[in-house]
């Protein structure tokens, strides 16, 4: 089993950078690939990124390609979500997930953080 934690969320401003991070608790940490989703108000909760288990392969949500970066530090069981060039589209939620598989869609996740908001504002 493992466990989620989030941190790092805040208000910026459009145009910001903001690095999330996600600290893991458990055995397991370095044989699951990891993933970052968000939910904004009303909507459903939607894929960010994902990363393999030993970080050698990385997918992203077209609408945050080029802007975001997904990696991780199995050595400090972390795994993190560098935002740049943020827009108010980006505010939401967001969760970090575990899985033996990487994946998109969130029902492949049994493990999750509490989440951390987002704020951008215009």
């Known amino acids: 089993q493992v466990q989620l934690v989030e941190s790092g969320g805040g208000l910026v401003q459009a145009g910001g950078s903001l690095r999330l991070s996600c600290a893991a608790s458990?055995?397991?940490?370095?044989?699951?690939?990891m993933a970052w989703f968000r939910q904004a108000p009303g909507k459903e909760r939607d894929f960010v990124a994902s990363?393999?288990?030993?970080?050698?392969?990385?997918t992203y949500a077209d609408s945050v390609k080029g802007r975001f970066t997904i990696s991780r530090d199995n050595a400090k069981s972390t795994l993190y979500l560098q935002m740049n060039s943020l827009k108010p589209e980006d505010t939401a939620v967001y969760y970090c997930?575990?899985?033996?598989?990487?994946?998109?869609?969130?029902?492949?996740?049994?493990?999750w953080g509490q989440g951390t908001q987002v704020t951008v504002s215009s």
């Open positions: 990363i393999n288990w030993i970080g050698s392969s990385t």
């Open positions: 458990g055995r397991t940490f370095s044989s699951h690939a």
């Open positions: 997930a575990a899985s033996l598989l990487e994946a998109t869609s969130r029902y492949n996740y049994k493990y």
